[in-house]
């Protein structure tokens, strides 16, 4: 049977908005501070304003490029499984990115994350089987931002076995992230024919790409290393008020990061994504959790989708600040949506606070969250044929499916049995428990993931290549002696 999809364009609108997007494209243009796409893009054809480095870039070149990008790819585990695939309608799921803050389980305050943090969440990603991909989700403290990226991609790798979806914050880093990779892969070969990253790359709305993200999309698809677009237009700020126009913005920078991407390398498996917002005027936020910023989530994968592309999305977060209703409502309501849409990556749980603060209780919560969304997008078998009739008539009028072999045949491929997070018991019960809140369960299940956690076991010469590649980076910024590692 086939999933369940959410359409919230016509057929006819969405040609449109690819039409307009590859309009903008030559009327503003595109703004790009990077040298190496401005050279690829005047080697290919288009005109080039250096002195204000814009480009304008024809369609014919987006269409190339439409025939070049891959339509699907994998990710592998680094026991060399692929377990992550971007295509189709197979709808996967991995945490959100770069957190400034973690919600500590004790006060429940906001604070700055540190190794042991971040250590604990690769460790519970490991142990939530709803959870495909590790990502690189918190920025530590404890050590300097200019290793930020870099030092947590280093821990990630020692303690996963899934994929990551990660990302670099300077131009020089991304090259030792890329040291990292083929260092667990073997050679540079093995890491493009089997990658087990996907690196995020933004450009900047409106229509602009930096010299620092446009270099990682650049060095990853000369790589060969999968790269995920993740255009951010800002409805009602930095894009316009109305949805479907910013549609049109996100599709026209998407195309522009195509192209370049494209030229760079052909072929190199890219990802049509995003982390849009419609902006909230009142206290000028940009809340995830809104109506307005899913509806341009689901739009712009539904072009995705159009254009036989890979695609993502930011959405399953809250911008609460606790784990409280809200949280429950906006994170739910995101996680179903997202998967209704068909998006092949599905980017946020564990998030709140806009994309800032990582939990380990939500992203146990999150995790349930996924379990039944996955449900309902799995839609009704019929299972047997006739559907009931061989079943209903030899019953008759005694209703007792509980003892009938059917039931015990078909019970658990029908129904989702939630973890001990969710409480489906009696009032009774639920005081004899210890009158739990749904906090207090989450809080009891990250205790026991992380007791239960089982290493990777990486080869030592691996480990010690890993933290040699580390120390090597730290030392260029004057930093001799990284954080201990956990046990």
């Not at 709808?91 to 906001?110: C, E, M, N, R, W």
């Not at 000028?284 to 989530?297: F, S, V």
């Not at 026991?448 to 120390?471: C, F, H, M, V, W």
Request: proline share 6%; charged share 20%; glycine share 8%.
């Amino acid at each position: 049977m086939s999933q369940l999809l959410l359409d919230v364009l016509g057929a006819e609108d969405v040609d449109q908005i690819i039409g307009e997007g590859m309009q903008l494209l030559m009327d503003p243009g595109v703004r790009i501070h990077n040298d190496q796409a401005l050279e690829l893009l005047i080697g290919a054809g288009a005109e080039v304003d250096r002195a204000k480095q814009v480009a304008f870039i024809p369609e014919d070149l987006v269409q190339t490029a439409l025939k070049t990008v891959p339509r699907e790819f994998y990710l592998y585990s680094l026991d060399g499984e692929p377990v992550v695939h971007y295509g189709g309608e197979r709808v996967q799921f991995d945490p959100g990115s770069a957190a400034i803050a973690v919600l500590d389980s004790h006060t429940g305050k906001h604070r700055p994350p540190v190794t042991g943090d971040f250590v604990n969440f690769v460790k519970i990603v490991e142990m939530l089987p709803q959870i495909d991909a590790q990502s690189t989700a918190m920025v530590c403290v404890d050590v300097p931002e200019e290793i930020g990226d870099l030092y947590r991609l280093y821990l990630a790798l020692l303690y996963m076995r899934k994929p990551i979806v990660t990302g670099a914050f300077r131009k020089d880093t991304w090259w030792t992230m890329k040291e990292m990779l083929v260092a667990i892969a073997g050679d540079e070969l093995s890491l493009s024919n089997h990658p087990i990253a996907i690196f995020d790359v933004c450009p900047s709305p409106p229509l602009l790409w930096s010299d620092l993200t446009c270099q990682n999309l650049i060095d990853c698809a000369m790589s060969g290393i999968p790269a995920q677009l993740v255009a951010m237009p800002l409805a009602g700020a930095a894009a316009p008020v109305t949805l479907a126009a910013t549609v049109v913005q996100h599709t026209a920078e998407n195309f522009s990061g195509l192209v370049i991407h494209q030229l760079a390398k052909a072929g190199s498996p890219l990802v049509w994504g995003g982390s849009p917002a419609a902006f909230d005027m009142r206290r000028g936020t940009t809340p995830m959790g809104a109506p307005e910023t899913w509806l341009i989530d689901a739009a712009y994968v539904q072009v995705g989708r159009r254009l036989s592309l890979p695609t993502h999305v930011y959405m399953g977060m809250s911008d609460a600040k606790i784990i409280d209703a809200q949280c429950g409502l906006e994170s739910m309501a995101g996680t179903m949506m997202a998967a209704l849409m068909g998006a092949n990556m599905v980017s946020g749980a564990g998030m709140l606070d806009f994309e800032t603060c990582q939990s380990l209780e939500k992203l146990v919560i999150d995790a349930e969250m996924i379990s039944l969304a996955r449900r309902v997008i799995a839609g009704i078998d019929k299972r047997d044929e006739p559907i009931a009739l061989d079943i209903i008539r030899p019953m008759g009028h005694r209703g007792d499916y509980l003892a009938s072999p059917h039931t015990r045949k078909w019970y658990r491929e029908e129904f989702y049995m939630p973890s001990k997070v969710i409480d489906r018991g009696s009032l009774e019960a639920w005081h004899q428990e210890g009158s739990k809140s749904t906090f207090d369960r989450a809080h009891e299940r990250v205790k026991s993931l992380l007791d239960a956690y089982e290493g990777p076991r990486l080869p030592k010469e691996k480990i010690s290549e890993l933290k040699n590649i580390t120390q090597t980076a730290a030392l260029r910024f004057g930093i001799r002696e990284l954080p201990p590692i956990p046990e």
